[in-house]
């Protein structure tokens, strides 16, 4: 096989990982002269932020324009860059949901309770520029940037909070230059966990650095996924006449040489060729782990509708999220074609 050949195949599966095209993704790997179309991240540390990001994403409790809420992602060894989608349901700020849940406070008022800090200990905000939203990792290089809104826009959300916090008498830990003793404190108190989440914390960074896959490679009109252990669940929903495709999904995320170090193992299938079971709902099981007796394996649950189920309440919420018609007209088709008509 050509170089030429081997280049282009790599700049389509990081095309189809990060959601940024063939083109860029091509002259991407020209131009840097990158051996791995989507890098591992460098270090722990590296995988604990990225790690932290994914967990607190709010594409798992509304939906979003894409699954997960991420449009798309660009990958670097030493620093990953996230672009958000605007909107958690038809209401809310996605940015603004994240980032909450993200920079950590400590409560300070009467009923004071010396248990866990909001958001996540020991993340601290680098800046905001016109490149995004800078955070990092207390004590560490590691290094995420979110993007989608504007400065003004983060500036006034982290403005917005920080006042609240005053109000709520909460203390802002995010400004300080080294880890507090109350984060401190917390993080030992319980060291062997966090060394283990830690340990693991390369999963999510892998998956977060793929997720553009859960809309460029399959259809679901609907991604949930949340902590499970030291692992992840996931739950894929589809209308009825999309197929569930898990096949090409499962290819992807453990590609021989590209993926995630995952063996897929098969729980329960009933995909049939045929509307034998007259239409019926159905499900597929699938798990990825890393073999050898480690944990923190990946399972995900494929859930395709019965014929006929009305997701007109689903397609309201994905369009007052900002979902494209482009997108609509793949993941809810049969729908989409009632509403058009």
């Known amino acids: 096989m050509s170089h030429g050949d081997i280049l282009n195949q790599k700049a389509r599966y990081r095309a189809r990982c990060t959601g940024l095209g063939h083109q860029p993704s091509l002259q991407h790997l020209q131009a840097l002269q990158v051996q791995e179309p989507v890098p591992a991240a460098v270090s722990r540390d590296q995988a604990r932020l990225e790690a932290a990001v994914f967990e607190r994403l709010g594409g798992t409790t509304d939906y979003c324009a894409h ?45 004071e309770d010396e248990g866990a800090p909001g958001g996540i200990a020991g993340i601290r905000l680098l800046g905001i520029d016109a490149a995004g939203l800078h955070l990092g990792l207390v004590g560490t ?95 894929l929903r589809y209308e009825h006449d999309v197929p569930m495709d898990h096949e090409a999904l499962l290819a992807y995320l453990t590609h021989p040489v590209w993926g995630m170090p995952l063996r897929a193992d098969r729980e329960h299938c009933v995909c049939k060729p045929c509307d034998c079971d007259q239409g019926a709902e159905r499900n597929c099981w699938y798990t990825l782990d890393a073999g050898g007796g480690r944990r923190g394996e990946i399972g995900i649950h494929f859930r395709r509708a019965r014929v006929g189920r009305d997701t007109g309440q689903e397609c309201g919420r994905l369009v007052g999220a900002g979902a494209t018609p482009d997108w609509l007209a793949q993941a809810l088709p049969s729908h989409y074609q009632r509403s058009a008509a």
């Open 67 to 111: 699954p997960a809420g991420v449009a798309h992602v660009r990958p670097g060894a030493d620093h990953l860059v996230v672009e958000l989608d605007p909107k958690l349901g038809p209401e809310h700020s996605l940015p603004e949901h994240s980032l909450l849940s993200l920079l950590p406070t400590q409560y300070t008022g009467p009923d």
């Open 141 to 235: 290089d590691a290094r995420v940037t979110l993007t989608g809104p504007a400065p003004t826009q983060w500036r006034t959300i982290v403005s917005t909070h920080r006042t609240s916090c005053h109000d709520g008498r909460l203390v802002p830990l995010w400004d300080a230059p080294a880890l507090t003793s109350f984060e401190s404190d917390y993080l030992a108190a319980d060291h062997a966990c966090q060394e283990e989440r830690a340990d693991h914390a390369w999963v999510a960074s892998g998956l977060l650095r793929r997720i553009a896959l859960f809309h460029t490679v399959i259809k679901p009109y609907c991604v949930r996924h949340w902590q499970h252990g030291l692992g992840w669940k996931f739950e």
